[in-house]
C-alpha cells in the first residue's frame, strides 16, 4: 500500500476518532438545558465529560496537525477556502472550553451553560456542512484555489449534512448519558434517545442517499449506519445502555467511513474534476510521509492506551450526588 493511501486512511481514522467520542460530547452540550431539572442535573450532566472531554479534542488537532504535514495543498486550500465557517467551529470550541473549565468556579452558572450549549450545538452542526461540502465538491481553479462564496457552502446538500450530524450527535449524547446516569436523569436521557432515533435515521440515510457514493464499500457503510442506528434504538428500548452506545458509535464509524470512502482517491473534489484535489497532488514528499509513518507507529499506541485507560478509570455512572 502507497503512503498517500495510508495517511488518507489514517487521517480517516482520526476523524473516526474525534466523531465518535467528540460526538457524545456535543451531545451532552445539546442536551444539557432540556434534561436537567436544576444546578444538580446540570453538574452531573457536565461531571460525565469533565475528565474526558479535552483528551477528545486531541483527536481533532491530531487530524489538522496530520492533514497538513502528509496533505499540504489539502489543508491550504481546506482552510482558505472554509475559512468562516472553521474560524466559527473554532470560536465556539473555545467558548465550550472556557465554559466547562469556568462553570465550577463562578456563583453563577447560567453564562457558562448557554456558552457550553452554543459551543457544542454549533460545530456539531456546522462540521456536517463543511464534510458534506467536501464531499459534494466545491468550486476550485487550476491552482486548486476555493473559487466560491459563504453562500456556496451553504447550499440544501450541507444544510441536510449539517443537520444529519447534528442529530446524529445529539442521539449519541442520550445514548451517552443514558449509560452514565442514574435515576430520572437517565430515564430522561433514555426517552430523548428514543424520540430522537426515528428522525436521526430518517435524516442520516436521507443525507447518504442524496450523496450516492456508488462504489461498494459506500453501501455497505450506509447499511451499516442503517443498521447502527436501528440497534442503538432497539438496544435502548430494552434497557440495555451498553449495547446501545456501541451500536450508535458504530455508526458514527460507519458515517465517516461513508464519507471518506466516496472522497477516494480526492481529498477535495472540484466541480471541475480536472481541478480536483487527490491523494497525489495533495501529497508531501515521500522521505515526509516515511518520517510521519515511523512516528505514528510508535506513538499511536501509547496515546490510545492512555486514553483507554482513561474511560475505564471514569467509567462508573453518576447519580444527582455526585
Keep these: 500500500m502507497e503512503l498517500t493511501t495510508v495517511w488518507f486512511v489514517l487521517i480517516a481514522v482520526l476523524w473516526t476518532g474525534y466523531f465518535v467520542l467528540e460526538g457524545f460530547d456535543f451531545g451532552v452540550g445539546i442536551l444539557l438545558p432540556f434534561l436537567s431539572r436544576g444546578e444538580t442535573d446540570r453538574r452531573t450532566i457536565v461531571t460525565t465529560i469533565g475528565p474526558v472531554w479535552d483528551g477528545n479534542e486531541v483527536w481533532l488537532l491530531v487530524a489538522g496537525g496530520a492533514t497538513f504535514a502528509a496533505f499540504p495543498e489539502w489543508y491550504a486550500t481546506l482552510f482558505s477556502g472554509f475559512y468562516l465557517p472553521l474560524f466559527l467551529i473554532l470560536l465556539a470550541l473555545i467558548a465550550r472550553g472556557v465554559a466547562l473549565e469556568y462553570r465550577g468556579k463562578s456563583d453563577s452558572t447560567r453564562g457558562w451553560d448557554r456558552a457550553f450549549f ?15 461540502n467536501i464531499l459534494r465538491g466545491v468550486p476550485l481553479d487550476a491552482d486548486h484555489e476555493y473559487t466560491g462564496t459563504l453562500l456556496t457552502l451553504l447550499n440544501p446538500f450541507a444544510l441536510l449534512g449539517g443537520l444529519a450530524t447534528l442529530l446524529l450527535f445529539t442521539l449519541h449524547g442520550a ?3 443514558t449509560l452514565r446516569t442514574t435515576g430520572e436523569l437517565r430515564q430522561s436521557a433514555s426517552r430523548t434517545a428514543k424520540s430522537l432515533a426515528p428522525v436521526t435515521i430518517a435524516v442520516v440515510i436521507a443525507f447518504l442517499l442524496f450523496a450516492g457514493g456508488g462504489k461498494p464499500i459506500w453501501w455497505a457503510a450506509v447499511a451499516l449506519v442503517a443498521l447502527g442506528l436501528t440497534g442503538a434504538l432497539a438496544a435502548t428500548l430494552r434497557g440495555r445502555d451498553g449495547w446501545a452506545f456501541t451500536a ?17 482517491p480526492n481529498v477535495l473534489p472540484a466541480l471541475d474534476p480536472a481541478n480536483s484535489l487527490t491523494v497525489t497532488n495533495a501529497a508531501s514528499s515521500p522521505y515526509t510521509l516515511t518520517v510521519m509513518t515511523w512516528v505514528a507507529a510508535i506513538f499511536t499506541p501509547v496515546v490510545l492506551a492512555y486514553q483507554a485507560w482513561t474511560y475505564w478509570v471514569f467509567r462508573r455512572r453518576l447519580t444527582g450526588a455526585t
Design 248 to 264: 450508535s458509535a458504530i455508526a458514527v464509524i460507519a458515517l465517516v467511513t461513508a464519507l471518506f470512502s466516496g472522497l477516494w
Design 118 to 132: 452554543w459551543g457544542s450545538l454549533g460545530p456539531a452542526f456546522l462540521w456536517g456542512v463543511a464534510f458534506a
Design 175 to 177: 445514548i451517552f448519558l
